[in-house]
């Protein structure tokens, strides 16, 4: 049997979908044997994250450390560059693996700063949809994609999460020119179980970040237009924190929603779920987001963008899926959702089949296999 692998996972921000990720990861290789640790940054996250970084510590045999790590590009980040260096190289990695923007970065300078001191790594980098949500014509874009190209040179495998990943990949940046794979994301066994709704549900449930990319102000335009095309007062909510949590709640005010969308921190997931049959998803840009999953596994109808790589969990066809940031077409969904009978067992893709595609326990063997072939080791090693 091959020793136990070091790994050690690098990203920005704990919350959401990459958060995800990487504790889904690092439970998985710790019980198949392996070493596992997390770099991020120290001034995100709440009382909610405090409490998941719990539930993970006893998989994290390296530790978690945390530095901070600004969301914009600054000077801060030569000191945080440097602190991190300190940091991973004290823990001796195997594999340094990369998750968004500046996870990506992290990992692959740091790693790369090894190698030249002939310290054997892998440099695995996810973009998690990250660098990839700028236009190549945007003032951003014209930086930070260049950028991703100069940093493949010091990448061993870029691991892409579903297929619309990749394809913006190379239509942004271009074909790959270090090695690539396909590694759609995936959700444990225990979410793959129905989560009743409550006696004191509400008609819809928005679960995110409050954030204009993730399109809670759409939630609530097509919301006061479902209310219109059903003709009677319905109920929301919105879960979740995030930077323009503020500009939401006085949008609500503003229009008389106030008293019909009600707002709550964030949460853990089944709980949240506990409280709507359908999941609105009105983002306005995605990679695989983890909530499409998750909703699905939980027997719960989703109303989504036709985004990111969405269509490949809902399928192509999905009745399901609106227009991007149109909130009319979005209405139209949810109208549709709490009028016809049984329309989430008519247009919902079963469970199993999410299961046999989405699964945490393929999506950790694949990328421990990637791992293993990068550092040269053997399946009987």
Same mark, same amino acid.
Not at 322 to 332: H, I, K, S, T
Not at 338 to 363: C, D, G, L, N, Y
């Given at each position: 049997?091959?020793?136990?692998?070091?790994?050690?996972?690098?990203?920005?921000?704990?919350?959401?979908?990459?958060?995800?990720?990487?504790?889904?990861?690092?439970?998985? /290789?710790?019980?198949?044997?392996?070493?596992?640790?997390?770099?991020?940054?120290?001034? %995100?996250? #709440?009382? /909610?994250?405090?409490?998941?970084?719990?539930?993970?510590?006893?998989?994290?045999?390296?530790?978690?450390?945390?530095?901070?790590?600004?969301?914009?590009?600054?000077?801060?980040?030569? $000191?945080?560059?440097?602190?991190?260096?300190? +940091?991973?190289?004290?823990?001796?990695?195997?594999?340094?693996?990369?998750?968004?923007?500046?996870?990506?970065? &992290?990992?692959?300078?740091?790693?790369?700063? &090894?190698?030249?001191?002939?310290?054997?790594?892998?440099?695995?980098? %996810?973009?998690?949809?990250?660098?990839?949500?700028?236009?190549?014509?945007?003032?951003?874009?014209?930086?930070?994609?260049?950028?991703?190209?100069?940093?493949?040179?010091?990448?061993?495998?870029?691991?892409?999460?579903?297929?619309?990943?990749?394809?913006?990949?190379?239509?942004?940046?271009?074909?790959?020119?270090?090695?690539?794979?396909?590694?759609?994301?995936?959700?444990?066994?225990?979410?793959?179980?129905?989560?009743?709704?409550?006696?004191?549900?509400?008609?819809?449930?928005?679960?995110?970040?409050?954030?204009?990319?993730?399109?809670?102000?759409?939630?609530?335009?097509?919301?006061?237009?479902?209310?219109?095309?059903?003709?009677?007062?319905?109920?929301?909510?919105?879960? #979740?924190?995030?930077?323009?949590?503020?500009?939401?709640?006085?949008?609500?005010?503003?229009?008389?929603?106030? /008293?019909?969308?009600?707002?709550?921190?964030?949460?853990?997931?089944?709980? $949240?779920?506990?409280?709507?049959?359908?999941?609105?998803?009105?983002?306005?840009?995605?990679?695989?987001?983890?909530?499409?999953?998750?909703?699905?596994? $939980?027997?719960?109808?989703?109303?989504?963008?036709?985004?990111?790589?969405?269509?490949?969990?809902?399928?192509?066809?999905?009745?399901?899926?609106?227009?991007?940031?149109?909130?009319?077409?979005?209405?139209?969904?949810?109208?549709?959702?709490?009028?016809?009978?049984?329309?989430?067992?008519? +247009?919902?893709?079963?469970?199993?089949?999410?299961?046999?595609?989405?699964?945490?326990?393929?999506?950790?063997?694949?990328?421990?296999?990637?791992?293993?072939?990068?550092?040269?080791?053997?399946?009987?090693?």
């Amino acid at each position: 049997m091959a020793k136990p692998l070091r790994i050690l996972h690098c990203f920005r921000s704990p919350i959401g979908g990459i958060f995800r990720h990487v504790r889904d990861l690092a439970e998985e /290789h710790s019980r198949a044997g392996h070493e596992v640790g997390i770099l991020c940054d120290s001034t %995100t996250g #709440g009382e /909610h994250e405090d409490g998941l970084f719990e539930d993970i510590r006893p998989f994290l045999s390296l530790g978690l450390t945390r530095i901070p790590i600004a969301r914009s590009i600054g000077l801060s980040d030569v $000191a945080t560059l440097w602190s991190g260096y300190k +940091t991973i190289k004290s823990l001796r990695p195997d594999v340094l693996h990369g998750h968004g923007a500046k996870g990506g970065v &992290l990992a692959r300078i740091i790693g790369s700063a &090894l190698q030249v001191n002939r310290y054997r790594v892998a440099r695995i980098y %996810t973009a998690h949809g990250g660098s990839l949500h700028f236009s190549r014509f945007s003032l951003p874009g014209l930086f930070v994609l260049p950028a991703e190209r100069l940093l493949e040179r010091f990448t061993d495998a870029l691991i892409f999460i579903c297929d619309f990943e990749r394809k913006s990949y190379e239509r942004k940046i271009g074909v790959p020119i270090t090695r690539s794979q396909l590694i759609y994301n995936g959700i444990s066994e225990r979410d793959f179980r129905p989560v009743p709704s409550r006696s004191d549900s509400v008609n819809f449930i928005y679960v995110g970040m409050l954030r204009d990319l993730k399109g809670p102000d759409l939630f609530v335009d097509a919301f006061a237009r479902t209310e219109r095309r059903v003709g009677r007062p319905l109920s929301a909510l919105m879960i #979740g924190d995030g930077p323009d949590k503020e500009k939401y709640k006085t949008m609500m005010t503003e229009r008389g929603l106030g /008293h019909r969308i009600g707002m709550l921190p964030a949460m853990r997931i089944e709980e $949240a779920f506990g409280m709507s049959q359908n999941i609105v998803v009105p983002s306005r840009a995605e990679s695989m987001p983890y909530i499409v999953l998750e909703a699905l596994a $939980a027997g719960k109808a989703v109303i989504a963008t036709r985004v990111g790589g969405i269509p490949e969990a809902l399928g192509p066809m999905s009745p399901g899926l609106a227009e991007p940031n149109d909130a009319d077409d979005l209405a139209r969904i949810m109208a549709e959702a709490i009028t016809e009978p049984r329309w989430r067992e008519k +247009t919902m893709p079963e469970a199993k089949m999410i299961q046999s595609v989405f699964s945490a326990r393929v999506m950790a063997a694949d990328v421990l296999k990637l791992y293993n072939e990068i550092l040269g080791i053997s399946a009987e090693a």
